[in-house]
Every structure is written in structure tokens, then in C-alpha cells.
């Protein structure tokens, strides 16, 4: 029996082993099957909604669309940003969004109908109307999203190797189901013409898209990225502790934001804010904390790589400092142009990506090592030349 | 083995709920109080749409079709309370409908009730209704019930409305 060996992680962090990108397609696979087929079999319950939309009001049904890429565009671009180190791989992101977009929703609003048909009986219909909504779907609704982000896991599971991964995919899921909810929003309650989808756009996205399922379903998947990248140095059921208490927090805000408090008694945009932002500073938090421990993985990764060629100390200072990173960018622009700058972004890219390699491969002179090595100086020299060109000998002088 | 296990989840929870609406069927539907007087009893799958405490009025509604009840406080009798409302709206700019003429109905021991039914346009729905108003009265009190769906919609909620009717409550 081999014991996991307690690893000094706390002390000085052990960079993750950045693998090779796994990708969605996976027939070896049957938890890919059985995304397959749910895809499918929710895709067209959706897809028919939306065509029914399409017929029976087309121009709304479009502004609806084309208003939720104005949301969608931005939040894909946050979630990019902030997965800076080890981008996940699109086929598995595309997927991460359609779960939610379709899985998810469908399954939920069956599941939310039939609960609520529930309470309605137990309660009674005006107990229903306000209470309904607070007390079936956070709890349906985050299981079935939390379900897309383990469905991922069990596809990839290498894809999931640190916290950041966890709230990409879960944020992901989260948006899809958001975005699709919006027009089932726009084109039902809010009336499914032009002034209702613009209504509906006001209130659920310009006054409430900062918080909802995008945050709900990031902050349930940083626990279950912790859950299954402590393996080796957390115990058991601390990672069921973690991975539960943030997946109870998710639904405990879904129920506040859903609950009948604050609504009818304060202005609107006063109500998003006061149930929405205590959830979305501590996601920022914890997002913080994730970054910063991807900065010390970063660190650890590239310090091995040091005047190996592909970086230096002074670099590598740099580069675990995104703030230091900015601003070299500018002084550089501001010194030699906006070339130079895009060459040392490009310099500062490929020296992340030789981090990646540089955990993939045990050997250090192994070939794809040896590659990057050699990309990033070729950067360095190109950089530096473009940076202080020689002196020019015509008409320089005299 | 996780596939099982996800699938399992994904269809335990609608039949959980369905479960358990077996379990509540037999569960009455709990009246819905209109005023301290008045209660209306909802159909399953009614879902209550709001409450107008100025007017003394709920609303319950089902797909297209709505309810509308409320207490006519002062009326004389239900054939002269159901004139008063067709009278109002039919006195509306806005509103186009054409009424039928009034008919008693049965509405139980010691009631009585008069309804018409209608059809037209009202400027605050957004496509043509048809609907029966009724008037029901017991022990001094008057309720009126409007209810409306969508052209041709309305036979769909018919069957709810007149059990909704014939249930009310009406308390001394």
C-alpha cells in the first residue's frame, strides 16, 4: 500500500502538473455519452421552444438574441481573462455553456413545475406565488448545473487541475443557463414583444446580470475543484466539507436573490445590489485567492526554468505580477511602440505556456521544453532588437 | 458507474416531485381569501396572479385564461351588479365587446347568480379575449367573477371556472 505523501503545499506550493489539453470528444468515455445523449434529447425540447418563439414573434425573439450576445460576449471575455495561465479548451468550455443552455434548463423547469405543483397543494396558491420560486430552484436548478461541471470533470478529469478551472466551467454552465432563462423571461412574463424584451433586458440583465447563475455556479465549481485537486493533501472529508458548504452557499444566495424580501418594498436597482452584491464580493474574493495561488504555482513553475534560456529571475517577477506585467506593457509602448508591445505580450504568453510544458515533462532537456525554450528567446532577442536598435549610420552623424 | 449515478440524480428529482404529488393529491386546494368575507377556492394548476387590496380583487389565472374575482360591496342584486360592469366597460373609448344577454344560473343552495358571457378587444390586453362574467350572491354579499382567455381559448378553462364559481366561500 503506498501512502499519498503529505506534500509541504502550505509552505511552498507545488506547481500543478499542467497536462497536455484533453478535449470534449472522449468515445472511450461513457460519462461523454451520456452528455451526448442529454445534449441531444434537451437540445430539442429547447430548440422547440425557441422555434415556437421564432414563429409566433420573430423580431422580439431576434432583439432578444442579439441583446443576450451583448451580455454573453462581455462575460465569456471576464471568464477568458481570468483563466489566464492554463486555458481550458474551447470544445470543453462550448460544452460547459451548452449543459446549461440546454440540460440543465430543461430539466430544471420540469422538475421546478412539479415541485412547485407540490407546494401549491400544500400551501396554497398565494403562498405558492411567492414562495415557490425561492424554494424549488435554487436547490433543483444548482444540482443540475453542478451536475454539467462534474460531467465535465468525468470527461477531462485532467482539465480540472486547479480552482481557476472549477470557476471557469462552472461559470460557463452558469451563463448558458442564465442567458437561455433571459428569453424564456423575455418572450413569457415580459410579454414577448419589442417593449417586453427591452423591459425584461432592463431588469434581468442590465439591473441583475452581475449576479445570478454565473456567480451561483462558479463559486459550486471552485468546490468541487477543490474537492478533486486536494486528492493528496487534504483529507477526505474536509474536501466534502468544502465542496458542500460552497455548493449550500450558491443555493443559499439563489434563495435569497429568489425570495419575495426587498422587491416590492425598495427601487429596483437597490434590491439587485442589496441581494446580490454580498454574494458577488465574495466570489470576487475567492477568485482573488485563486488567482494568487495560480501566480504562486506560476512562480514555482517557471523558477525551475530559470537561465535555462526561456526566462530570468527579473522575468519571472514580472510575469507572477500582473500589475508589474500591465505596466511594463505600457512603459514599453510608451518607449518603442505598439509593436514592441504586442511582441512582449506575445514574450510573456509563450513564457506561461513554457510554465505548462515545463510541468508536463519530467526531463529537462526533453523536446518540446527545448522548443519553447528557444521560442521565448527568439522573442527576447527579437524584443530587445526592436527595443534599442543599433544607431543608425546615415545621417546620423556629424 | 458515474454515468448511473448522474442519471440516477438527474431523474430522481422530477420523480421525487412526482412522487409526491401522489402523495398530495388528495390534499385539498386551500381557499384563497378575496376579502374577510369572500374566498375563492382555485382549480389545481391555477397560479394566483396578484391581489388588488384598493379593489378588494385577485387574480388567479391558468396558460391564457384568467380569473378575476372581487367583492361588489353596496350592490343591490347580481343581474343589477353585472349591468353596472358591462355598462363600465362597455361606456370605455377603449374597449370593444360585444355581451350576451344575462342568464340566471344555479349557484348552489341559497344563492343566486346571474352571468353573460362576452367577446371584444380591452386596451389593457394585447389581443382578442372572450369570457363570461358572473355575479354570485349569498347572505348579502355580492362576488363577481370575470373570466377571460384568448379567442377561442376560453372552453379550455370553462370547466375550472364554473367549479371555482359553484365553490366559493362565502362567510357571514
Known amino acids: ?398 | 458507474m458515474p454515468s448511473f449515478l448522474i442519471l440516477s440524480l438527474m431523474l430522481a428529482i422530477p420523480m421525487g416531485a412526482a412522487f409526491a404529488e401522489a402523495l398530495t393529491e388528495d390534499v385539498p386546494m386551500q381557499p384563497v381569501q378575496v376579502t374577510e368575507r369572500l374566498a375563492v377556492v382555485p382549480r389545481p394548476s391555477w397560479e394566483f396572479g396578484g391581489r388588488d387590496e384598493e379593489l378588494r380583487a385577485i387574480l388567479l389565472s391558468r396558460g391564457s385564461g384568467s380569473l378575476y374575482v372581487w367583492e361588489a360591496p353596496g350592490a343591490t342584486s347580481p343581474a343589477a351588479q353585472l349591468r353596472l360592469v358591462l355598462d363600465g366597460w362597455e361606456g370605455e373609448p377603449d374597449v370593444q365587446i360585444v355581451a350576451g344577454p344575462p342568464v340566471s344560473f344555479d349557484a348552489g343552495p341559497g344563492r343566486s347568480g346571474v352571468r353573460a358571457t362576452y367577446a371584444g378587444t380591452f386596451p389593457d390586453v394585447g389581443y382578442p379575449v372572450e369570457g363570461q362574467l358572473a355575479v354570485v350572491e349569498a347572505s348579502g354579499t355580492i362576488a363577481v367573477f370575470d373570466a377571460w382567455a384568448g379567442e377561442g381559448e376560453f372552453r379550455a378553462i370553462a370547466g375550472d371556472v364554473a367549479a371555482m364559481i359553484r365553490d366559493v366561500r362565502f362567510s357571514p
Not at chain 1, 504568453?349 to 519530467?362: C, G, K, S, W
Request: charged residues 20%.
Open chain 1, 1 to 398: 500500500m503506498t501512502v499519498a505523501p503529505q506534500t509541504t503545499a502550505r509552505r511552498a506550493p507545488v506547481a500543478p502538473r499542467w497536462r497536455y489539453q484533453r478535449r470534449l470528444w472522449a468515445p472511450r468515455n461513457a460519462v461523454f455519452w451520456l452528455f451526448a445523449g442529454l445534449v441531444a434529447l434537451a437540445g430539442v425540447f429547447t430548440l422547440v421552444d425557441h422555434a415556437l418563439f421564432v414563429m409566433s414573434a420573430p423580431a422580439a425573439s431576434a432583439l432578444s438574441w442579439a441583446l443576450l450576445a451583448l451580455y454573453i460576449v462581455p462575460v465569456v471575455l471576464v471568464v477568458r481573462a481570468l483563466d489566464l495561465y492554463e486555458r481550458e479548451p474551447t470544445s470543453l468550455m462550448v460544452a460547459a455553456f451548452v449543459w446549461g443552455a440546454t440540460v440543465a434548463i430543461a430539466f430544471s423547469s420540469i422538475a421546478n413545475v412539479a415541485w412547485g405543483d407540490v407546494i401549491t397543494r400544500l400551501g396554497g396558491v398565494e403562498f405558492s406565488a411567492e414562495w415557490s420560486a425561492a424554494m424549488t430552484a435554487p436547490v433543483i436548478e444548482e444540482i443540475y448545473k453542478y451536475l454539467g461541471v462534474i460531467v465535465i470533470y468525468l470527461i477531462a478529469r485532467t482539465e480540472i487541475d486547479d480552482l481557476m478551472d472549477g470557476f471557469v466551467f462552472g461559470a460557463l454552465v452558469g451563463l448558458g443557463f442564465s442567458v437561455v432563462e433571459d428569453v424564456y423571461y423575455f418572450m413569457g412574463p415580459f410579454g414577448g414583444d419589442i417593449t417586453g424584451v427591452l423591459q425584461g433586458f432592463w431588469v434581468r440583465v442590465i439591473a441583475s446580470g452581475l449576479y445570478g447563475h454565473v456567480l451561483y455556479t462558479g463559486l459550486s465549481g471552485i468546490g468541487l475543484a477543490y474537492f478533486v485537486t486536494h486528492r493528496d493533501d487534504r483529507p477526505f472529508a474536509r474536501r466534502v466539507l468544502v465542496a458542500l458548504s460552497l455548493l449550500l452557499l450558491a443555493m443559499a444566495a439563489h434563495f435569497f436573490w429568489n425570495a419575495p424580501w426587498f422587491w416590492a418594498e425598495l427601487p429596483l436597482l437597490v434590491a439587485t445590489t442589496l441581494k446580490g452584491m454580498p454574494l458577488l464580493l465574495f466570489v470576487v474574493l475567492a477568485v482573488r485567492l485563486a488567482r494568487r495561488r495560480e501566480h504562486r504555482w506560476l512562480r514555482v513553475a517557471l523558477e525551475r526554468e530559470v537561465d535555462r534560456g526561456g526566462v530570468s529571475q527579473a522575468e519571472v517577477d514580472v510575469l507572477a505580477d500582473p500589475g508589474r506585467r500591465k505596466a511594463l506593457r505600457k512603459a514599453t509602448r510608451r518607449a518603442a511602440g505598439k509593436d514592441a508591445e504586442r511582441l512582449l505580450s506575445r514574450l510573456h504568453r509563450e513564457q506561461i505556456n513554457l510554465a505548462m510544458v515545463a510541468t508536463r515533462v519530467d526531463d529537462p532537456v526533453a523536446p518540446d521544453l527545448l522548443k519553447q525554450r528557444a521560442l521565448c528567446e527568439s522573442l527576447r532577442t527579437e524584443l530587445h532588437r526592436r527595443s534599442f536598435p543599433p544607431p543608425s549610420t546615415e545621417g546620423s552623424a556629424g
